[in-house]
């Protein structure tokens, strides 16, 4: 029998490949990307929450904001934000459902001016994963296992990667995954 961890949607992840596409995620190609610099190693994970419009799940959006495809009239808030050309590797939806952007061979434009142990560009050197939340409400149980299923993937593939929060690199400027995030949830889940 599937688990949850492995099944959203009938999705079943397989490996990530060496092309940087990890199989069973439905793949969305974003323009917001480019070649990481030379010589530059993934060694960090940053975990990310995000809901269009805020607070808001479900519908088509955050997908049209990663692919330059947002209506700036569909919503008074993406007037705001329709002009941005952000991506990320990754966004895990409610019920656990994996998209796809960018592979994790190449640079998603979701950090941002960020830190991380003294490295600026932290672009350069991680993989973006967007959980759809916001910092209001807690994340859901499917989140929490496809995200551990994806970070277990991206470790056999990048041994000893770091984890971080958007907070954590960019503090000051940015609040996710926010405080209803379940760090140690997270951390029991990937030691199962």
């Not at 969305?28 to 190693?41: I, K, L």
């Not at 990663?66 to 941005?84: C, E, Q, S």
């Not at 973006?128 to 299923?149: H, K, N, S, V, W």
Request: hydrophobic share 40%.
């Amino acid at each position: 029998m599937k688990t949850p961890a492995r099944r959203a949607r009938g999705q079943i992840l397989g490996v990530l490949r060496g092309d940087g596409w990890l199989s069973g995620a439905r793949r969305v190609d974003s323009p917001n990307q480019d070649e990481r610099p030379p010589g530059v190693h993934v060694d960090l994970v940053v975990i990310h929450a995000i809901s269009l419009p805020p607070d808001q799940f479900g519908g088509p959006y955050v997908e049209q904001l990663f692919t330059n495809r947002l209506d700036a009239a569909a919503h008074p808030y993406f007037a705001t934000i329709a002009h941005l050309r952000v991506s990320a590797h990754f966004l895990i939806r409610r019920d656990g459902t994996l998209l796809q952007f960018v592979s994790t061979r190449a640079r998603a434009w979701h950090a941002g001016a960020s830190n991380w142990q003294g490295r600026e560009r932290c672009n350069d050197f991680s993989i973006g994963i967007e959980l759809e939340g916001c910092d209001t409400l807690p994340f859901e149980t499917a989140q929490y296992r496809r995200l551990a299923a994806v970070l277990r993937r991206i470790g056999r593939r990048h041994p000893g990667v770091a984890l971080a929060g958007h907070s954590d690199i960019a503090p000051g400027r940015k609040t996710d995954p926010g405080p209803h995030f379940d760090w140690p949830r997270l951390k029991r889940l990937l030691h199962d």
